[in-house]
């Protein structure tokens, strides 16, 4: 398989565009035509983490967090992340960067913490919403078969896995041609009845123009009459999950849970000690600023990484509890990321699909 495929491949199931516009995904050392011998997941690409790849004959890292993310001064055998990038240019290995796209991906980071909290019923905490317009149209009822055609050919009211999805209502349109008009029905000065078919259909944001553009062309009329409402709707994607645990637990039963599952030494709670945990949100890596959402959705906990002094105060203060389960929490995505691409890759890739076992947190639990 070559790297372009591979990447053509993950584009599509995880889009790099639904990433966040400060992050950096995609791929960011390599070369697109060379082919892949094997794949690593990581969470950081560390020198220690290219080495393992080097090792495992994988020529391509995943990594979770973008290598190439601050500014870089050099790229030398000498020091700073230049000298992973130096050893990764040096042997041949390609990195991509899957970060906030596998964030609000809905089998992505958060699902996988989920999952290995045993949350049921997961939602998605925040899901994104994408603009769309609802069109109608109006024309005579003997041009709509002809028309609805060359828009559906142009990629134009389409539904999920449904191409052509049109509603028609019949009706009669009327109008008196006046001035310097060239009717395609009807005379100067007199007024018309047309059996006409309203049209309607929705379309993406994106394809405004071209809607605009086809009507105008193959509607038979000097002066069509459509319109374009704006809407917007929630789609299968955001950041955090929300879910249940199949029954209550106390802080404290509940800490040794996460602790257990998620295989870390420490976890630092803030709240109420007393509180009966059952509905739990949570968002990887550093996600507070959310908390008051998940609380707003019924949460009696929210988990996250990175909570600062202030921040903890802040949620204590309001009468919330969280839990600071360590940003390094996110390894789970490296066997999570493996059993996604064993499954998107089944037909196109033989090669060997690993996780890398590089402990990257750089903290040490004393
Ligand atoms: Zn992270």
Request: charged content about 20%; aromatic content about 8%; proline content about 4%.
């Given at each position: 398989?070559?790297?372009k495929?591979?990447?053509?491949?993950?584009?599509n199931?995880?889009?790099?565009?639904?990433?966040?516009?400060?992050?950096?995904?995609?791929?960011?050392?390599?070369?697109?035509?060379?082919?892949?011998?094997?794949?690593?997941?990581?969470?950081?690409?560390?020198?220690e983490?290219?080495?393992?790849?080097?090792?495992?004959?994988?020529?391509?890292?995943v990594?979770?967090?973008?290598?190439?993310?601050?500014?870089?001064?050099a790229?030398?055998?000498?020091?700073?992340?230049?000298?992973?990038?130096?050893?990764?240019?040096?042997?041949?290995?390609?990195?991509?960067?899957?970060?906030?796209?596998?964030?609000?991906?809905p089998?992505?980071?958060?699902?996988?913490?989920?999952?290995h909290?045993?949350?049921?019923?997961?939602?998605?905490?925040?899901?994104?919403?994408?603009?769309?317009?609802?069109?109608?149209?109006?024309?005579?009822?003997?041009?709509?078969?002809?028309?609805?055609?060359?828009?559906?050919?142009?990629?134009?009211a389409?539904?999920?896995?449904?191409?052509?999805?049109?509603?028609?209502?019949?009706?009669?349109?009327?109008?008196?041609?006046?001035?310097?008009?060239?009717?395609?029905?009807?005379?100067?000065?007199?007024?018309?009845?047309?059996?006409?078919?309203?049209?309607?259909?929705?379309?993406?944001?994106?394809?405004?123009?071209?809607a605009?553009?086809?009507?105008?062309?193959?509607?038979?009329?000097?002066?069509?009459?459509?319109?374009?409402?704006?809407l917007?709707?929630?789609?299968?994607?955001?950041?955090?999950?929300?879910?249940?645990?199949?029954?209550?637990?106390?802080?404290e039963?509940?800490?040794?849970?996460?602790?257990?599952q998620?295989?870390?030494?420490?976890?630092?709670?803030?709240?109420?000690?007393?509180?009966?945990?059952?509905?739990?949100?949570?968002?990887?890596?550093?996600?507070?600023?959310?908390?008051?959402?998940?609380?707003?959705?019924?949460?009696?906990?929210?988990?996250?990484?990175?909570?600062?002094?202030?921040?903890?105060?802040?949620?204590?203060?309001?009468?919330?509890?969280?839990?600071?389960?360590?940003?390094?929490?996110?390894?789970?995505m490296?066997?999570?990321?493996?059993?996604?691409?064993?499954?998107?890759?089944?037909?196109?890739?033989?090669?060997?699909?690993?996780?890398?076992?590089?402990?990257?947190?750089?903290?040490?639990?004393?």
């Amino acid at each position: 398989m070559k790297l372009k495929t591979f990447l053509d491949i993950l584009n599509n199931q995880v889009p790099f565009d639904s990433a966040e516009s400060w992050d950096n995904v995609g791929l960011l050392v390599g070369d697109s035509s060379c082919n892949v011998s094997g794949i690593m997941t990581a969470l950081d690409c560390t020198a220690e983490v290219v080495d393992e790849a080097i090792e495992k004959g994988c020529n391509t890292i995943v990594a979770h967090h973008p290598l190439i993310f601050k500014g870089m001064r050099a790229i030398t055998e000498d020091a700073g992340y230049g000298r992973i990038i130096y050893k990764l240019i040096q042997n041949k290995i390609n990195l991509i960067a899957m970060h906030t796209n596998l964030d609000v991906h809905p089998q992505g980071v958060n699902a996988m913490l989920a999952e290995h909290l045993e949350l049921q019923s997961c939602k998605i905490l925040l899901p994104e919403t994408t603009d769309y317009y609802k069109v109608q149209v109006y024309i005579p009822e003997t041009d709509a078969t002809a028309f609805k055609l060359q828009l559906s050919k142009h990629g134009l009211a389409t539904e999920g896995n449904y191409e052509h999805a049109f509603f028609n209502t019949k009706g009669q349109g009327q109008f008196k041609p006046v001035g310097d008009a060239q009717p395609h029905i009807g005379a100067i000065g007199e007024i018309k009845t047309v059996d006409e078919v309203k049209i309607e259909f929705m379309i993406d944001a994106s394809q405004y123009q071209l809607a605009q553009q086809l009507i105008n062309q193959h509607h038979p009329y000097e002066t069509p009459v459509y319109d374009f409402l704006p809407l917007q709707k929630e789609i299968q994607r955001g950041l955090g999950m929300i879910g249940e645990l199949s029954e209550p637990m106390t802080v404290e039963a509940f800490t040794t849970h996460v602790k257990k599952q998620l295989n870390m030494p420490s976890v630092r709670f803030i709240g109420n000690k007393n509180a009966a945990i059952q509905t739990v949100a949570l968002i990887g890596g550093s996600g507070i600023g959310y908390e008051m959402s998940a609380m707003k959705q019924g949460a009696d906990i929210f988990l996250t990484g990175d909570i600062k002094h202030h921040d903890a105060l802040d949620a204590k203060t309001a009468g919330m509890n969280l839990l600071d389960i360590n940003h390094y929490s996110e390894y789970v995505m490296k066997e999570g990321l493996v059993t996604l691409l064993n499954h998107w890759l089944e037909q196109q890739f033989d090669g060997r699909i690993c996780a890398s076992e590089t402990h990257t947190d750089p903290y040490q639990y004393m």
